[in-house]
């Protein structure tokens, strides 16, 4: 069974195909970072004008040999996200799956997250805990079998990325600051500065990232470029001692053994490095989608469309776009 998955929630135009055999067997993505670089963030009336402009040549590219008629289903991220951006990816699909004549199932794009690790892992066994660390969200979810998640915990004001991104602009990097940041601290000393680690003696399992972010603009006040490596490493040191401790704590609520970490800033070496030497210590397992699934991709969407109709999960009832789509109201 070929399933097309459809992603336009933000900045990425992606399409792919994964076919329940074979895996994913054509895939394209174009990225408009360069675009919304220039505003230092995402312009969402940009966003939507671009997807329209490149979604049919996405599809092509993604498709090569594939025939348009050898798709059997269509997957497509109905939300969280821009509501334009959505609406473009949405009208297309519903096209599709028209001209077709197949069934069209609408994604959460974060459900698309929590099951991207899947997509190379075949032994993704349920349950598992999900940190889940992208730009717009920061939580820990309990993935108790497909198609059921339970929020354990998540931040109380910036999401992970979101914090990385916005250190990035103050250490005069690009947008989107994760991937630079992270660059950056490689040469740094993780241990100059003490930011504060927000929230980390509490049992709960929230996280705050706003005051992290307002420490390091203050710290700036009183140093030069040449000491922004220090201050990279230090910050990223701050988010992941956070991360892991929150986590342990999920792990110690719960008893669940298995991990998934998702999400663009799953991306991060660092974090993957101290999870996976958690993992070693402590007998967990942990999974990673591949890093190019880490951040926003149409394979996650079309995987997780296949993984609905494997197991026969409900579905969402009407299709509309939904820029609010918490996890907990999947398909209510
Ligand atoms: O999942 P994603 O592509 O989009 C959302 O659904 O939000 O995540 C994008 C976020 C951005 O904030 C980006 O800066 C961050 O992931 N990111 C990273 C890294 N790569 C991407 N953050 C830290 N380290 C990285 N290597
Ligand atoms: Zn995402």
Known sequence: MKTLGIETSCDETAIAIYDSEKGIVGESIYSQINMHAEYGGVVPELASRDHCSKIVKVLKNALGDHPLDSIDQIAYTSGPGLLGALLIGESFAQGLSEALDIPLIPINHLEGHILAPGLEDDNLQTPY??????????????????????ILGETVDDACGEAFDKVGKLLNLDYPGGPKVSKLAEGGDPTRFNFPRALMKDRNLNFSFSGLKTAVLYALDDLEEKDYPDVAASFQEAVIDVLIKKLTYAIEETGIKKLVCSGGVAANRLLRERLTDMCKTSELEVSYPKMEFCTDNAA????AGFIRKKYNLKEYPTKFARPRWPLGELYD
């Open 129 to 150: 805990l999900c940190l889940l660390v992208s730009g717009g969200h920061t939580q820990i979810i309990e993935c108790s079998e497909y198609g059921s998640y339970k």
């Open 300 to 303: 996650m969407i079309a995987y």
